[in-house]
């Protein structure tokens, strides 16, 4: 079994910023990529970015240039730095991991975090 757990969410100002962190922990062979997703009130959940092992990264247009996702392999950890914050951006941010259970495995995605709660308002 695979956990996720992350953490960073908060109230911040319009052009502030904030870094969300996730850590993966558990039982598995791999993770092939780990990204971040959020919902906001009354929408549906959007992909806000994704990094892989090979630290390919993709963005949602709307975050392009304002967010940056990186890694830290060795402590199984993903980061969300976020900047230039706007109100749309308010929403829960879920953390979400492709990962192989054992070798041979199909890498899936059924793994996500708790949610945390951002919040950018005046």
């Known amino acids: 079994q695979v956990q996720l757990v992350e953490s960073g969410g908060g109230l911040v100002q319009p052009g502030g910023s904030l870094r969300l962190s996730c850590a993966a922990s558990g039982s598995y062979f791999s993770i092939d990529s780990m990204g971040w997703y959020r919902r906001a009130p009354g929408k549906q959940r959007e992909l806000v970015a994704t990094?892989?092992?090979?630290?390919?990264?993709n963005y949602y247009d709307s975050v392009k240039g304002r967010f940056t996702i990186s890694r830290n392999a060795a402590k199984n950890t993903v980061y969300l730095q976020m900047s230039s914050l706007k109100p749309d951006d308010t929403a829960v941010y879920y953390c979400?991991?492709?990962?192989?259970?054992?070798?041979?495995?199909?890498?899936?995605?059924?793994?996500w975090g708790q949610g945390t709660q951002v919040t950018v308002s005046s």
């Open positions: 979400n991991a492709y990962v192989r259970r054992y070798w041979g495995d199909r890498p899936r995605n059924d793994y």
């Open positions: 990094i892989t092992s090979g630290d390919s990264t």
